[in-house]
């Protein structure tokens, strides 16, 4: 399977605890994006990353939440001290170039479920 | 900001009864407007771009339509297996590559 791989698929944490969560774009794509997906709202988008850096991160939570795309490995979402409110579904998406011309469609993964106890 | 209203929430159409969803948005300068199609449990799944008023383009039973305000996704004689949650996204040329998403419309089709 060549899409995005996200995982793990489902994370269960008690409030308090750290989360991360991994994302490995399609072959040859250099540029990740991470929404979030709450119960009942639309995608909302969070952070865009390119290799070693941070594009554009203004719809990320300005604390507990940061976000990495290092130069070897996966993509990699950390929610630190989580609370009940984070419970949603968190999609990464990637293309192979930037997308800001409407030119390239961003390709999705199946999602994080994060549940928080 | 960039808004997306889609309508309606929720769509329930028998097999071969075609129907179309809509997508209104608000953008400054729109760069594309992106369809999707995502299944219970399942990612978004890209079905479309569109970049200006008059587009169309289609695939199988599904057509999609644009104008300066609004876009359609039209469905033709529906199947089960197109039972989804079918989204719209925009993606303004002030927002960079960001996409922003309407809350989507159901589509469940009886056999």
């Known amino acids: 399977n060549a899409g995005v791989m996200q995982n793990p698929r489902h994370l269960v944490r008690r409030r308090g605890q750290e989360a991360r969560l991994r994302c490995s774009p399609m072959?040859?794509?250099?540029?990740v994006y991470w929404y979030r997906q709450l119960p009942e709202e639309g995608l909302k988008f969070m952070v865009y990353l390119q290799k070693e850096n941070i594009i554009d991160e203004s719809g990320m939570p300005k604390e507990r939440f940061s976000a990495e795309f290092p130069k070897e490995g996966p993509s990699i979402l950390r929610i630190q001290q989580v609370v009940r409110g984070d419970s949603a579904a968190y999609f990464c998406?990637?293309?192979?170039?930037?997308?800001?011309?409407?030119?390239?469609?961003?390709?999705f993964g199946d999602g994080t479920r994060l549940s928080i106890l | 900001e960039d808004q997306v209203t889609q309508s309606p929430e929720a769509l329930r159409l028998q097999e071969g009864e075609s129907s179309s969803l809509n997508c209104s948005y608000t953008?400054?300068?729109?760069?594309?407007l992106f369809w999707y199609r995502q299944d219970p449990g399942k990612g978004p799944e890209f079905l479309f771009t569109?970049?200006?008023a008059g587009e169309e383009k289609e695939k199988e039973r599904l057509k999609a339509t644009l104008t300066k305000k609004e876009s359609f996704l039209h469905i033709t004689a529906p199947k089960p297996e197109d039972s989804a949650t079918y989204l719209c996204a925009v993606q303004a040329g002030g927002s960079g590559s960001r996409l922003t998403f309407g809350e989507g419309t159901q589509l469940t089709v009886n056999p």
């Open positions: 953008v400054s300068g729109l760069r594309g």
């Open positions: 998406a990637s293309s192979p170039r930037w997308t800001g011309y409407g030119n390239q469609p961003q390709h």
């Open positions: 569109l970049y200006s």
């Open positions: 072959k040859g794509h250099s540029h």
